[in-house]
């Protein structure tokens, strides 16, 4: 399926492919996308080693298409309800519309913006091309994918059929998805800038169903399905706990052990390990992002099948899952925990500066910012400094904003909602730990008031010096980054913006249930369609 937007911290774009490798019932099948996915064979030898001449004709593949469209809809007990477009590109065409598209739904500017953000807050080096990063993974990954605007299935020509046919059952599913679903709808209520936690969670229902839906593709191709009583890998515990268990590091010393799936086609025309491609280089927060649809949305799919039907996991697309918190604990989708809206203006307090970016993180992203910096952190016995997923739950909201002022300095107000003062106190100790790892020469004071308590730290930079602020108000939490400081002669602050900021935070924040919001968003789309 082809989307391209920003996650909230990712230029993302949806181009699913997948790879294989041999194991015992003959081929265990991983989903992929182009920068939303794993990284993998297929797309990778398409891209290095594929034939000069295709394996099949164009007539052939659409004829492969059809058949696949009728088998996924019996596997999945979705038929597809009419036909639908379908061609045949080489990849350089592909890659062509790949880049057209990005063009049409992000400017330059969103990407540039997106990339000052996450160096301010150090998810990577400043030296980074972010636009070519993103653009070399979209490119390397690229073999085919069903575009939802124009409802139309694109296939590449020159990828071997046995690696072609899982690849097209995961993007045709997604046609039958859409016919059913209307994923653009499920999409429309919040858009990715605004809201990238959202669009995550809803990519990840419609990228997860399909994953599931190509193993078990491939597991019928294999003649292992059906057996009595066992129509899905979800119908065989021990296996979807195994494939619930799968992530990049795994998949790549799995890749280690395991022989191409083909070896008849000879050495030379093997596929690059996983370890050469460009997702492999890339800053470990892009690589989770983007995997985190395929990965995150298969496990929930899995949970959500498991001791029910299919058709209750239709079901869920009548009210699908809000926020990542909902995807990474699907106990808290059926509980019905949706997330509050923060909103917040310390525009007034930023004279000189102009807005360039406003999301919401959500738990996966505030979760891998954590890992970013705390990930190998220890403590003097050699344990992990902070419990990294246990600081991250209790997620209850939040909202990032960032600044620029004319000389490039980026300044960024976090502010997060918790379930629990507790749950709020377990993130800003990890706060504090992030910022000591990140500043380990910066000076610093620690408060504790009748409301909460807070760090503020001082970095000097040799020409400016700039405030980091952390503060727990409650079971609220205020990070505040990269604000001018002064000092006079006696040490003492000249500079109030980040004491401004705070100010115009705690004075103009609000709280808002999401379903208020959701429910406004759908009359106001339902009354733009009503004639």
Same mark, same amino acid.
């Given at each position: ?38 990284? #993998? ?18 007539? %052939? ?7 696949? /469209? ?14 639908? /477009? ?22 330059? /500017?969103?990407?540039?913006?997106? +990339? ?19 653009? &070399? ?9 069903? =575009? %939802? ?6 296939? @590449? ?15 045709? !599913?997604?046609?039958?998805? $859409?016919?059913? !679903? ?8 919040? +858009? ?10 809803? @990519? ?8 599931? *839906? @190509? ?11 059906? %057996?009595?009583?066992?129509? +899905? ?78 058709? $209750? ?14 995807? @990474? ?15 917040? =203006? ?11 970016? &406003? ?59 918790? $379930?629990? *003062?507790?749950?709020?106190?377990? !993130? ?15 000076? +610093?004071?620690?408060?504790? #008031? ?9 970095? $000097? ?43 115009? *935070?705690?004075?103009? !924040? ?6 208020? *919001? ?14």
């Amino acid at each position: 399926m082809k989307r391209i937007f920003f996650n909230g911290n990712c230029l993302w774009a949806d181009f699913d492919r997948c790879t294989m490798a041999s194991n015992g019932w003959k081929h265990i099948v991983f989903a992929g996308a182009v920068a939303t996915s794993l990284v #993998g064979w297929s797309t990778s030898y398409a891209q290095e080693s594929a034939p000069k001449k295709p394996t099949s004709s164009e007539e %052939q593949l659409l004829g492969h298409a059809d058949q696949i /469209a009728a088998q996924v809809g019996s596997i999945r007990g979705l038929e597809l309800k009419e036909a639908f /477009a379908k061609g045949v590109k080489d990849r350089d065409s592909l890659r062509a519309v790949l880049l057209e598209k990005l063009s049409e739904e992000v400017t330059d /500017a969103d990407i540039e913006n997106e +990339s000052k953000v996450f160096k301010r807050l150090g998810l990577f080096s400043p030296e980074i091309d972010y636009k070519k990063m993103m653009v &070399d993974l979209l490119t390397e990954q690229i073999a085919g994918f069903y =575009d %939802q605007k124009s409802k139309e299935l694109y296939i @590449m020509e020159g990828i071997p059929l046995e690696l072609q046919r899982p690849a097209m059952a995961h993007e045709i !599913f997604h046609a039958i998805q $859409d016919q059913h !679903f209307d994923i653009g709808a499920m999409l429309a209520p919040f +858009s990715a800038r605004e809201n990238g936690d959202f669009a995550l969670a809803r @990519m990840a229902l419609i990228e997860g169903d399909a994953t599931v *839906v @190509m193993i078990d593709f491939s597991l019928y191709e294999a003649n292992v399905f059906p %057996q009595e009583g066992v129509n +899905s890998i979800v119908d065989i515990p021990m296996l979807a706990a195994m494939i619930m268990e799968l992530d990049f590091d795994n998949i790549a010393a799995l890749e280690q052990m395991i022989p191409t799936a083909d070896t008849s086609m000879g050495e030379s025309s093997a596929p690059p390990s996983l370890a050469e491609t460009a997702l492999a280089s890339s800053p470990a927060i892009i690589r989770e992002l983007l995997m985190f649809p395929y990965f995150g949305g298969m496990r929930f799919v899995i949970i959500a099948r498991s001791g029910r039907s299919w058709a $209750d996991v239709n079901a869920i697309y009548e009210n699908p899952p809000v926020s990542t918190e909902q995807i @990474m604990h699907p106990e808290r989708y059926f509980a019905g925990d949706e997330p509050t809206l923060l909103s917040f =203006d310390p525009s007034a307090a930023l004279s000189g500066y102009k807005p360039i970016y &406003d999301t919401v993180l959500g738990e996966l992203q505030i979760l891998l910012w954590l890992k970013t910096h705390l990930g190998l952190a220890l403590d003097d016995k050699g344990e992990p400094l902070v419990a990294i997923a246990e600081a991250a739950k209790g997620w209850g909201g939040d909202r990032l904003l960032g600044f620029e002022d004319s000389e490039g300095n980026v300044v960024v107000a976090h502010l997060s909602s918790w $379930d629990t *003062v507790e749950d709020a106190g377990q !993130f800003f100790d990890a706060h504090v730990a992030v910022a000591a790892q990140r500043f380990p020469k910066a000076k +610093s004071t620690t408060k504790q #008031g009748p409301h909460g308590r807070s760090l503020c730290m001082q970095r $000097d930079l040799g020409e400016r010096a700039e405030r980091i602020y952390i503060e727990q108000w409650g079971d609220m939490v205020l990070h505040i980054e990269g604000a001018p400081s002064r000092l006079d002669a006696q040490g003492s602050e000249t500079d109030a913006t980040t004491f401004m900021i705070r100010d115009r *935070v705690w004075k103009t !924040f609000r709280r808002t249930p999401f379903d208020t *919001v959701y429910q406004q968003r759908l009359a106001k789309i339902a009354a733009e369609k009503s004639p």
